[in-house]
């Protein structure tokens, strides 16, 4: 019997688009009649408000999903913003209902949806604890046999007897997920919240959700890291415009999503309408490569070893000071191969409101095999701020030499080491 089963499940919200056209008949009417009395001015309202609103639109986040999880699944959700991952997770731990379908749900289940859901904000971590605990159908004397474990992981002993309200997301985070983790639930179901964290305490949280494959814990975990997905989840689904469009292994799924996006992307140079994500006080207007040989001449398409030259523009909305620019190339998997940031050489980029700048990447001697890659950018300052960000700014090819296509598979690895070798054969 599975532990989640889920049975042509929809979410279907209505919004409403405001006209422009009425606003001012309807704010002079009321300034006009407001000496009135309140029946009049209400009648005028009424009738004036029956212009404003224009038909309603149904919108599904979330449409025809049917899935069954067995316990000790470790399902990765991955999918593109809006594509109704975050709406997936808060029907399945009842935040909100469905619209169709049902839900069968056989055990315990602890989640960590966002920061500032899960936890009172008024009480202590202590307190809140406690509250999880109690939530999750826990003795007392069951939390207290976890709680020491829960302050050591989350490492806020300092403020156990503080409001939760007062804690930085960091701290809120670390307690949130430490309670999740330790506590005696059947399922946990995690967002893309940990990417708050600092990069060590992310690291436990990858450790801790490893240990939880030998205890046969059910986990559901949304990320837009895909190595992360890989090395945790056993089983992965793609949703796309609230459906669920593909299952299976990671590696299979991984490589599906990833493809939808270099066929969208491949040679693009503007980012205005590429998937952002950071606090936006600055952002990439664009991005532009060239390639060229060893000599300095420009190639038609990048080949085995040639060097490839990266032109990135970056607009900045607020003042940012003292930020790193980074520019990461992944294989089809989404795996990090190449990672090349101003950091390393020790320069750092500050700008003023509305100023631009164009950062340039010049890599050497790039041997990666023939393949297709993705390129994804960062601006930000490690371990505080994301500014802006793009997963996938653009795709390009690697084609073999001409000296590599003497042979059928030049390189069978992702990298063409450069490398010597000698047969000796012996008497």
Known sequence: MPVIKIENLGKKYLIRHQTQANYNTLRDAITKHVKKTRKKAFTIYNDQAKHLLSPKEEFWAVKDINLEIEQGDRIGIIGKNGAGKSTLLKLLTMITNPTTGRISINGKVASLLEVGTGFHPELTGRENIFLNGTILGMRRAEIKKKFDDIVDFAEVEKFLD?????????????LAFAVAAHLNSDILIVDEVLAVGDIQFQKKCLNKMKELRSDEKTVLLVSHNMSSILSLSNKCILLAEGKLIEKGVPQKVISVYTQSYRERSFGQTDLSSAEHYGNGKARFLSIFMKPYDQNGNLLSFPLTGCNIEFMLKIKAFLKIKSTNVALIIYDKLGNRLIDVNTLIKGDSLSLSEGQEVVVKFNLQNVL??????????????????????????????????????????????VYSCAFNNEIQICK
Do not use: H
């Open 368 to 413: 990666l095999k023939p393949d297709t890659y993705t390129v994804g950018l960062w601006i930000g300052i490690a371990n505080v701020a994301d500014i802006d960000g793009v997963n996938y700014a653009t795709s390009f090819e690697i084609e073999a030499r001409r000296k590599d296509i003497l042979y059928t598979n030049p390189f069978p690895g």
């Open 162 to 174: 503080t409001p939760v309200k007062r804690y930085s997301s960091g701290m809120y985070v670390r």
